[in-house]
């Protein structure tokens, strides 16, 4: 694999000490945080949907510079939490947030900066980190109309740096990441060259898997299915990797919108994500999807434990 999952951080990598640290981005949902880390890593390894709530767990992504290494954190975005699924997301959002050296806090240009800036207040226990304000979005907005959103943000926020940018199209994201170096401790790698998520294979397989399944089912399914990965064999080179996934529900009566009129949903999501499956692994990839009922899974600690949403 081009880019390999490494499981455990190292201090081997070279002997002379960079500006090196654990950042976290924070936000609202769906201020593009996990667009970012994915351009930022040069790979895919945080999935991206339209559907608010798309991250549930923190996603690691690691940025190697000539003269500095940035530990990187996707978190689940700020919203009114419903469920216990909710709430350990928000619990996980600010467990990392407190264990950063530093943070980047994405807010919208295209929308009022009022109630933006007011949860940034509201979060001040976050600020005791140098942080950084970036302003998403900017491809999206006319130059003269962004400068008011800048100035109102520096009137009433004292970050480090204000940086507009776009995750989509990569402006300005060159200047964040010098601000944000500018930011972390001197202090040896924490991981080797070439490793770009701490995340597992298993881990990897299952969110790619649910961003097909968010993709054909959000309408009707938006934040009930859940993916599992029971079974993960490569063979090695020259080889295919076996993937063996359980799609949970909440409700019986939910089989039936995953699995589609004579299992043709079902069959569109597995090919999808088997085509995604073998680009991310480099390798061709056997795909074998089921369909089961875990009641109310959202609100049951032993579930989401199992889906590997626990604090940590």
């Known amino acids: 694999m081009k880019c390999p999952a490494i499981g455990s ?18 936000g609202w ?26 991250t549930r767990n923190r996603i690691i992504g690691i940025l190697h510079g000539p003269d500095y290494q940035i ?8 919203h009114k939490p419903g469920t216990e699924l909710s709430r350990r997301m928000l619990r996980i959002a600010r467990l990392t947030a407190e264990s950063a050296d530093a943070l980047i806090w994405m807010v919208f240009c295209d929308r009022d900066p009022v109630p933006q800036i007011k949860l ?33 943000c520096a009137e009433q926020l004292q970050p480090a ?33 070439g490793t770009i998520t701490d995340r597992t294979e ?8 649910r961003q097909h399944l968010i993709e054909q089912t959000y309408h009707e399914l938006p934040h009930a ?6 079974e993960f064999i490569d063979v090695g080179e020259g080889g295919k990797i076996r993937i063996d996934a359980v799609i949970y529900i909440e409700k019986q009566s939910q089989k039936g919108i995953v ?29 074998y999807l089921r369909v089961k009922t875990d009641q109310n899974w959202r609100n049951k600690t032993p579930s989401l434990k199992r889906f590997g949403l626990m604090d940590f």
């Open 161 to 193: 740096a204000i940086v507009p940018i776009s995750a989509r199209t990569g402006e300005n994201v060159d200047r964040l990441i010098s601000e944000l170096v500018a930011l972390l401790p001197e202090s040896l790698p924490m991981y080797p060259a």
């Open 9 to 26: 951080p190292t201090l081997k990598a070279v002997d002379s000490a960079i500006r090196c640290g654990f950042a976290a981005l924070i």
């Open 71 to 78: 530990v990187l954190a996707d978190t689940p975005g700020f």
């Open 120 to 152: 940034l207040k509201d979060k001040q226990e976050f600020f005791r980190l140098p942080w950084i304000l970036a302003i998403n979005k900017i491809d999206t907005i006319r130059y003269e109309n962004l400068l008011p959103f800048i100035q109102t």
């Open 29 to 54: 949902t769906n201020v593009g945080k996990s667009s970012l880390i994915n351009l930022l890593v040069r790979h895919r390894i945080a999935i991206t949907s339209n559907t608010p709530q798309t």
């Open 202 to 209: 298993k881990f990897m397989a299952s969110e790619i898997v």
């Open 225 to 230: 299915s859940a993916v599992l990965v029971e």
């Open 259 to 287: 699995i589609g009129k004579q299992g043709s949903r079902l069959k569109t999501i597995g090919q999808n994500a088997r085509r995604d499956l073998a680009g991310y692994f480099e390798k061709p990839v056997d795909l």
